[in-house]
């Protein structure tokens, strides 16, 4: 069964644009979250989709927001981009259910320039 | 919401010395207490999870302990090998697809 894939893995961008990452999770598995990852803040939760729906939203800006597709793929956007948003961002999937560990993705290590 | 504090955040060890992580979370209801092993340039992988029905688990040379009263819970790992090498992170959760995870630990095992 293939893990979970993010694409791209590299990205520069420039402050003000708009990026779009996107995530897809292990087949049969309906739940995404993402998570951002910096040196000084840690991995803090961004949002989680489950079955098309957002059910959880971390502490980040409007800025920040996502989707999720019939097959469960996600996408998320950040819009207007700010040097601190320069970070390793991280997908995880899991089935849906509760008490299952969360699969991780490689990863999408964003430059804002 | 949910807070979780790790320590220490460096962890130095000789080769087949124990080290222990310790993190406290603050919302009694949280029920999920992963940990996460993240090596250099990779993705954090679960190494060890514990349920709050469950004071401790062990699996090989890694154990997990949970002190609800106190709220913390903390990792053991027992006759460390270089390969042990990493940056560890607790997370604890009501939900498990919501992680709030500490701020890590690089544990680094010498030779």
């Known amino acids: 069964k293939a893990g979970v894939t993010q694409t791209p893995r590299y990205l520069i961008k420039t402050r003000g644009q708009q990026v779009t990452l996107s995530c897809s999770p292990i087949?049969?598995?309906?739940?995404v979250s993402w998570y951002q990852q910096t040196p000084g803040q840690g991995l803090q939760f961004l949002f989680e989709y489950f079955s098309e729906t957002q059910r959880n939203k971390g502490n980040f800006p409007g800025r920040f927001s996502g989707r999720q597709f019939s097959n469960s793929r996600s996408e998320m956007n950040v819009s207007t981009l700010e040097l601190g948003d320069s970070a390793l961002y991280l997908c995880a999937s899991l089935p849906g259910q509760s008490y299952n560990e969360q699969f991780f993705g490689p990863g999408t290590r964003l430059t804002v320039l | 919401g949910e807070n979780v504090e790790q320590h220490p955040s460096t962890l130095s060890v000789q080769e087949g010395d124990s080290a222990v992580i310790k993190c406290t979370y603050s919302d009694s209801a949280s029920n999920y207490f992963p940990w996460y092993k993240q090596e250099l340039g990779k993705r954090p992988q679960l190494i060890i999870d514990?349920?709050?029905?469950?004071g401790e688990k062990k699996d090989q040379r890694i154990a997990v302990t949970l002190n609800k009263t106190a709220k913390h819970f903390s990792l053991h790992i027992t006759e460390t090998q270089p390969e042990d090498s990493a940056v560890y992170f607790c997370a604890a959760t009501l939900m498990s697809n919501m992680l709030t995870f500490g701020g890590g630990t690089r544990l680094m095992v010498k030779p």
């Open positions: 514990i349920r709050s029905n469950v």
């Open positions: 087949s049969g598995h309906r739940s």
